[in-house]
């Protein structure tokens, strides 16, 4: 009898230093398996988030506030979260400005369902959000369309080469209010999908991180090519930040911490209904 061939998983994420470190191993079929075969697609993560809505994609990274649209098609990975333990998307303006003078500003972010946004929305509710692509969002800040930015990805290490002044902190405030990390983004997978390709996927997942950061000179040359520009040293600091042991695994505290942000989404209303976080382990 002639096995079965392995089912293919669409998986789709970001075309980031971070992402493309941690798919490394699964995007290079250094890891394989018999049961599923990966098919990567890179979009940015608005639209992943976006897309997931529709159950778009089998595996896909979404931010962990799009969670709750989406909890009734997925359940997320224990392994591929990005974390701010103590840092995180970072708000920035033209000249120096206090926290206390966001009120009622323009802030061009990300996208309302990324968690940067999310967080800013708890942190200082007042402000006008103006939607525009992520790495555009300092070019509104220099054209003046905007009063402050919302930095995500690499941009919270390169801002101030462009002469933005730094405002706050995302992760940094939200690790000193509530002692919890930041968690930002996270991998999801389809609920309908069998358990034991559920399952399967999940240890890949696992494996692949674990051989990035297991080899990390080979993956880091890899993500390269995703760091948009970046000198090495600030991509492998980025990488760093954000591959690390809660992305490895993401243990008791990152569960914790995603209830957390989300319950304080749905209590300020920015949120419609109160979700359960829930993994595939």
């Given at each position: 009898?002639?096995?079965?061939?392995?089912?293919?998983?669409?998986?789709?994420?970001?075309?980031?230093?971070?992402?493309?470190?941690?798919?490394?191993?699964?995007?290079?079929?250094?890891?394989?398996?018999?049961?599923?075969?990966?098919?990567?697609?890179?979009?940015?993560?608005?639209?992943?988030?976006?897309?997931?809505?529709?159950?778009?994609?089998?595996?896909?990274?979404?931010?962990?506030?799009?969670?709750?649209?989406?909890?009734?098609?997925?359940?997320?990975?224990?392994?591929?979260?990005?974390?701010?333990?103590?840092?995180?998307?970072?708000?920035?303006?033209?000249?120096?400005?206090?926290?206390?003078?966001?009120?009622?500003?323009?802030?061009?972010?990300?996208?309302?369902?990324?968690?940067?946004?999310?967080?800013?929305?708890?942190?200082?509710?007042?402000?006008?959000?103006?939607?525009?692509?992520?790495?555009?969002?300092?070019?509104?800040?220099?054209?003046?369309?905007v009063d402050a930015a919302l930095v995500i990805h690499e941009a919270q290490l390169t801002y101030s080469k462009g002469g933005f002044h730094h405002i706050t902190d995302l992760g940094k405030w939200f690790k000193s209010t509530y002692g919890l990390p930041l968690p930002l983004g996270a991998n999801a997978l389809l609920r309908k999908l069998p358990d034991d390709i559920?399952?399967?996927?999940?240890?890949?997942?696992?494996?692949?991180?674990?051989?990035?950061?297991?080899?990390?000179?080979?993956?880091?040359?890899?993500?390269?090519?995703?760091?948009?520009?970046?000198?090495?040293?600030?991509?492998?600091?980025?990488?760093?930040?954000?591959?690390?042991?809660?992305?490895?695994?993401?243990?008791?505290?990152?569960?914790?911490?995603?209830?957390?942000?989300?319950?304080?989404?749905?209590?300020?209303?920015?949120?419609?209904?109160?979700?359960?976080?829930?993994?595939?382990?």
């Amino acid at each position: 009898m002639q096995p079965s061939s392995p089912l293919e998983i669409v998986c789709a994420h970001s075309p980031d230093s971070d992402d493309a470190f941690m798919f490394y191993a699964l995007a290079t079929r250094k890891i394989r398996s018999r049961l599923v075969q990966f098919r990567h697609v890179l979009e940015d993560i608005e639209s992943l988030n976006r897309k997931a809505m529709e159950g778009v994609y089998d595996l896909t990274a979404i931010s962990y506030h799009a969670y709750p649209y989406v909890a009734d098609k997925y359940m997320l990975l224990a392994s591929g979260s990005s974390i701010g333990d103590g840092y995180g998307p970072m708000l920035v303006s033209n000249a120096p400005m206090s926290i206390d003078e966001l009120k009622g500003k323009r802030i061009a972010i990300p996208g309302k369902l990324t968690t940067a946004y999310l967080t800013l929305k708890i942190m200082e509710p007042d402000f006008e959000a103006v939607v525009v692509p992520f790495d555009k969002v300092l070019d509104a800040l220099r054209e003046r369309t905007v009063d402050a930015a919302l930095v995500i990805h690499e941009a919270q290490l390169t801002y101030s080469k462009g002469g933005f002044h730094h405002i706050t902190d995302l992760g940094k405030w939200f690790k000193s209010t509530y002692g919890l990390p930041l968690p930002l983004g996270a991998n999801a997978l389809l609920r309908k999908l069998p358990d034991d390709i559920r399952t399967e996927c999940s240890r890949l997942m696992r494996d692949s991180i674990t051989y990035a950061l297991d080899n990390h000179e080979e993956s880091l040359n890899y993500a390269m090519q995703f760091a948009r520009d970046m000198e090495p040293a600030l991509a492998e600091k980025f990488v760093g930040m954000y591959v690390n042991h809660y992305t490895v695994d993401a243990g008791e505290i990152i569960p914790k911490a995603a209830q957390k942000l989300l319950d304080l989404g749905f209590e300020a209303g920015l949120i419609p209904n109160r979700v359960q976080v829930e993994f595939v382990r």
